[in-house]
Nanobody, 115 residues
């Protein structure tokens, strides 16, 4: 049974930085894709950034140039470095690990950016 656990959320002032981490445990296989999604208050969940096992990345336009996703395949771990944070980045951030045909989600970690 694959478990996905996020860490690193918290409260930060606008312009600050946070680093999120996510580990997928319980699988001997490398996850095909790992990534981050977020759900702002009162809104739908949206993609933030994803990265393939080969290192190909995709970012939401709203975070390009500010956020950087990276991963450690050997540990099935993905990171999200968030710089120049804005109040609009406030959301619950969810990690997803995908091993075709399955998706595994974490419980989420709160990121709050104060103005």
């Amino acid at each position: 049974q694959v478990q996905v656990v996020e860490s690193g959320g918290g409260l930060v002032q606008a312009g600050g930085s946070l680093r999120l981490s996510c580990a997928a445990s319980g699988s001997t296989f490398v996850m095909n894709v790992m990534g981050w999604y977020r759900q702002p208050p009162g809104k739908q969940r949206e993609l933030v950034a994803v990265i393939s096992s080969g290192g190909v990345t995709n970012y939401a336009d709203s975070v390009k140039g500010r956020f950087t996703i990276s991963r450690d395949n050997g540990k099935n771990t993905v990171y999200l470095q968030m710089n120049s944070l804005k109040p609009d980045d406030t959301a619950v951030y969810y990690c997803k690990a995908a091993r075709i045909p399955y998706d595994y989600w974490g419980q989420g970690t709160q990121v709050t950016v104060s103005s």
